[in-house]
Structure formats: structure tokens, C-alpha cells
């Protein structure tokens, strides 16, 4: 089997079991992928952030108990609606309050490397000028590692005044890094509760849907809910190149098309 992982993000959970929010109980939702991604046997899961709504240690506790099943090794990133210390007590008990939530790991000879862009009382992201320089010098030492990124907040503007507000505030350099290291494969990033799929320089810039309520790519100064299933993506890492998939949890699976065929994103 090629290597594979599994992004999802923003799972929204709340303390309250069966809470709903824009009609969707988010719990249910993580419920309901647990089979689905044991099935799948991915080589690793990335939880991309916005894993509780509201930064309870009793969410994250359920979201423990949810995904307890899970076979797959799961990585953690955090959004502007997690809380680091209550995630820190329920995940990483005894762990120092400001150890780094960005790092890297590498399987079977592919790099993954999470980027917190989380700030504390914000809603916008910032990966911050010392990760930038470890982003830079990880890429500089591991040259020749097919590279996949995740961040929560998205890198690129996706033209939706309300989302881009609340983007990424150092984009800019962080896509001067990106683009001076040719083995970075692709950028994964949540937040914006949809699917987007850009070519930028050699890299696929992935926004994934919500495994929770989603959000119409219309809508300029506020969300539009839209009724779309909740989903993740899965990537297998091939020779001949990624290949990605959007599944769904009312059952249905997208293949998407290859970096070839995947629009250029033009400024
Ligand atoms: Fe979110
Ligand atoms: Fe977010």
C-alpha cells in the first residue's frame, strides 16, 4: 500500500453531547468517520484545527473518547477556537505551557511538518517569525523529503472578504519559504470550511472541508451555511505523484484531479 494520510479539520466539538450547531451535531459527525477512516488505513491522520468551539477541556475529552478507536497515529494542530492549555491537559498532561505545538516527523522517507497559526484571543492566524526560521532550516536540511505541510489558518487569500480578514497575517513570508524549497509537495490547511484546490510554484495548496457544518465559498461579509455532507481529504504519495480524494460522510468520494490539471492560483 502507498504511503496515505488523512486531513481533517475543524470538527467544532462542544462539551454538550448532542449539541447542534448550524444543525449539525459535530460530535456524531466524528462518530460517524471513525469507521470510515479505520477502513481506509491511512499511514496517518492530521487533526487540523478547530477541534473543540469552545476550548473546553470537556470537548476535548469527548473528541478522546470519539477518536479513541482510531488505529491510524493522529497529529494535532489547533485554531483560533481551541484552547492550548485545556488541549495541553487532556492530550499532553505534564507538558510545559509554552512548548512548541509545531513540528515535524518523517515516514517512510515523506516529511510532515505542523505549523501552529493559532494566537491566543484571536481569530486570525500567525505562524510567527521563529517558526518561520525552523520551517526554513527543517526544509534546508531535508532538501531531498517529499514535503507536506499543515497549518490550520489558509496561506493564500481564497477571495471571501469575511474569511480572508481572518487569514493568515504572515503569509507572505511564510510563501517566500515555501517556495525556495522545491520538495514541498503541498500546503494543507482548514478554517475555511470548504474545499479549495490551487497549484502554487511546484506545491498543491489544499483547503479542506469542515467534518462539521460547512460554509458556502459565497458570501463576502458573513457565512452562508450550506447543507454539504461533512468530509475530509485523503492523499496517497506516489512516484508518479499525489493523488487526492475528498470523502464524504453521507457516503460519497471525490477523486480530485492531479497537480497537472489543478488551476494555477494567480494573485
Ligand atoms: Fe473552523
Ligand atoms: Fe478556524
Redesign the pocket.
Known amino acids: 500500500m502507498p504511503l496515505s494520510f488523512v486531513h481533517a479539520s ?1 470538527f467544532h466539538l462542544t462539551a454538550e453531547r448532542g449539541a447542534l450547531q448550524h444543525g449539525v451535531d459535530t460530535g456524531a459527525c466524528l462518530a460517524r468517520a471513525v469507521p470510515l477512516l479505520n477502513a481506509l488505513r491511512p499511514t496517518v491522520i492530521v487533526a487540523g ?2 477541534l473543540a468551539s469552545d476550548g473546553s477541556e470537556a470537548a476535548y475529552r469527548r473528541l478522546q473518547a470519539l477518536w479513541g478507536p482510531l488505529t491510524a497515529p493522529i497529529h494535532f494542530l489547533l ?3 481551541d484552547d492550548a492549555a485545556a488541549f495541553r491537559r487532556v492530550f499532553r498532561p505534564g507538558e510545559a505551557a509554552d512548548a512548541p505545538l509545531t513540528g515535524g516527523v518523517t515516514l517512510d522517507g515523506v516529511r510532515f511538518l505542523l505549523l501552529n497559526s493559532a494566537v491566543a484571543g484571536q481569530e486570525g492566524g500567525r505562524i510567527g517569525e521563529e517558526a518561520l526560521h525552523w520551517l526554513e532550516k527543517d526544509l534546508a536540511e531535508n532538501a531531498t523529503a517529499p514535503t507536506w505541510l499543515f497549518l ?1 489558518h489558509q496561506p493564500l487569500p481564497i477571495r471571501q472578504r469575511w474569511l480572508d480578514r481572518i487569514g493568515l497575517a504572515d503569509s507572505v513570508p511564510f510563501l517566500e519559504v515555501v517556495s525556495r524549497h522545491p520538495q514541498v509537495a503541498g500546503v494543507c490547511y ?2 475555511v470550511h470548504q474545499s479549495r484546490r490551487w497549484r502554487y510554484g511546484r506545491s498543491l495548496f489544499l483547503g479542506v472541508p469542515a467534518l462539521a457544518f460547512q460554509f458556502a465559498p459565497v458570501g463576502q461579509e458573513a457565512p452562508i451555511i450550506t447543507p454539504d455532507a461533512p468530509a475530509f481529504r485523503r492523499v496517497e504519495i506516489r512516484p508518479d505523484g499525489p493523488r487526492t480524494w475528498l470523502h464524504f460522510l453521507d457516503g460519497r468520494v471525490r477523486e480530485e484531479p492531479s497537480l497537472e490539471a489543478t488551476p494555477v492560483y494567480v494573485r
Open positions: 475543524d484545527g478547530d485554531g483560533n477556537h490550520h482548514g478554517h
